[in-house]
């Protein structure tokens, strides 16, 4: 597997997690993940409360977009052109990792690649300062966000020599990734809430500008060194049987991530309308979901990282496969958690419980599901085309995206339990996919490692 050291310093300590170069990609995740996610967190209900609001004719591209919704749906209130808005945002972002990951594959360096989607990202940003061109600038900002995040990620997955470490490593980038998270919603809440979307974008756009500066700082003299070895032959990782593991495994990501992304758009909604968000005589934002989701997952991942560690000693061993599968499961109960929940209020209001069980669930489901899905594409895929195969593992966001859009659509139009329902059910399908397709392909690509070495064995 091919490895990016740093010096020779940094490569006598290759068996740390916490590098100089890990920890510089590290950094510029948390600075992404903290724009994007301080804008996710405000999109819906700015879109909601202040641009769809009267004469669209303001905004540049509402019209369009309200007529062709129109045109697909029937008349759409601006709660549904919102979600649907959001949904093909968070779309496009992720269409781009792709094809991000196989320019940083063929044709650029992947470092290239991250500073030319910081670079979007940035006139997207500015862009949005100006209501009239904020949905005209969302296009950049989402383009630059999915060139970015395929090529950070795959050179964290270079970086590390085996599945246990790699796995490690993710989740600890998961760590710095969910900080991304926290910071941004509550940081761009705030300023939103007391001072103006203006002031909450400029934070963004400021995040944006300093993960590019120490991405640039920290990164020379960095070269690609000889690659390590894997233990799956590239005639195996190129094979039918891990080709077809690769791709039952991102399907099952894919459904579960459609269910877990209702969390930044009509979950939001619905959590404004129908729970009890006041502690002790003070109204929590409903924008502090988002962040009680990153608190979440990081608590989440300290806590996994100990069990994994007890795992080790004991010699437990427990395959990425496995953990996805779990990770669907929890995604299933937390919508089943909303459904029930409705379904006893009776239309009143929620206490908090509930929503946070619904958070602590789902965030559960990514902390077992991401690292998992990224560590199997790094040890399975060909190492050629790691970076494309990153980019395709983030297309969960392009069809989450156009699931939370056009689900969202039907909200106000099914009972709210049913809608819950639904996605519980999506999330399901991905832990029955996974469950029935993961372990004869599993088998299959043994039996061809064994072939593979006995041919090599005779010659």
């Known amino acids: ?37 301080g804008v996710k967190s405000l999109l819906v209900l700015l879109l909601v409360d202040r641009l769809l609001v009267g004469d669209l004719s303001r905004i540049l591209g509402a019209t369009v977009v309200s007529e062709a919704s129109s045109a697909m749906f029937g008349p759409v209130s601006a709660t549904g052109l919102a979600s649907q808005l959001y949904g093909y945002a968070n779309a496009l972002l992720y269409l781009a990792v ?20 910081g670079a979007g990202m940035l006139l997207g940003l500015t862009l949005m300062l100006g209501e009239p061109t904020f949905l005209v600038g969302l296009v950049p900002f989402a383009i630059g966000a999915g060139l970015l995040k395929g090529n950070l990620s795959a050179q964290v997955g270079l970086l590390f020599r085996d599945e246990a470490q ?5 989740t600890t980038y998961l760590g710095f990734l969910n900080a991304g998270a926290i910071c941004g919603p509550l940081v761009c809440g705030a300023l939103a809430a007391f001072a103006g979307q203006r002031y909450a974008i400029a934070a963004a756009a400021a995040a944006v500008a300093a993960g590019l500066a120490v991405y640039a700082m920290t990164g020379r003299g960095w070269v690609e060194a000889a690659p390590a070895a894997r233990p799956l032959p590239e005639s195996v990782a190129g094979g039918t049987p891990a080709t077809a593991l690769l791709v039952v495994a991102l399907a099952s990501v894919y459904l579960c991530y459609s269910a877990y992304d209702q969390l930044g758009n009509i979950f939001l909604l619905w959590a404004r309308e129908r729970t009890d968000r006041q502690i002790y005589g003070w109204t929590m934002p409903v924008a502090w979901f988002v962040a009680l989701d990153g ?60 929503a946070l069980a619904y958070l602590l669930l789902v965030d559960g489901a990514i902390v077992l599901i991401w690292p998992s899905a990224l560590s199997l594409i790094t040890e399975v895929a060909p190492r050629r085309m790691v970076g494309l195969w990153m980019g395709l593992f983030y297309l969960h ?12 659509v039907y909200y106000e139009r099914v009972a709210s339990p049913h809608f819950w329902l639904l996605h519980a059910a999506v999330a399901g399908a991905g832990a029955v996919l996974i469950l029935v397709a993961g372990p004869p392909l599993t088998r299959r690509m043994r039996q061809a490692i064994t072939t593979s070495a006995c041919a090599k064995a005779r010659a």
Do not use: H, K, N
């Not at 020779?8 to 590290?26: E, Q």
């Not at 094809?99 to 989607?117: C, K």
């Open 1 to 37: 597997m091919a490895r990016m050291d740093e010096t020779p310093s940094d490569a006598r300590g290759a068996d740390r997690i916490l590098t100089r170069r890990f920890l510089a990609l590290a950094v510029m995740e948390f600075f992404e993940r903290f724009a994007v996610s």
């Open 98 to 117: 792709p094809i991000g990951g196989l320019a940083g594959d063929v044709i650029a360096s992947r470092r290239a690649m991250v500073v030319i989607g």
């Open 166 to 170: 790699r796995r490690r490593g993710y």
């Open 295 to 354: 608190i979440f997952t990081l608590a989440l991942i300290a806590g996994s990282g100990r069990i994994s560690r007890i795992f080790t000693r004991r010699g437990i061993r427990v395959g990425s496969l496995t953990q996805i599968l779990l990770g669907g499961v929890l995604c299933t109960v937390g919508y089943l958690v909303l459904a029930a929940g409705d379904a006893i209020s009776g239309g009143g209001a929620l206490g908090l419980p509930w």
């Open 397 to 408: 966001g392009f069809f989450s995206g156009l699931w939370a859009g056009f689900s969202g």
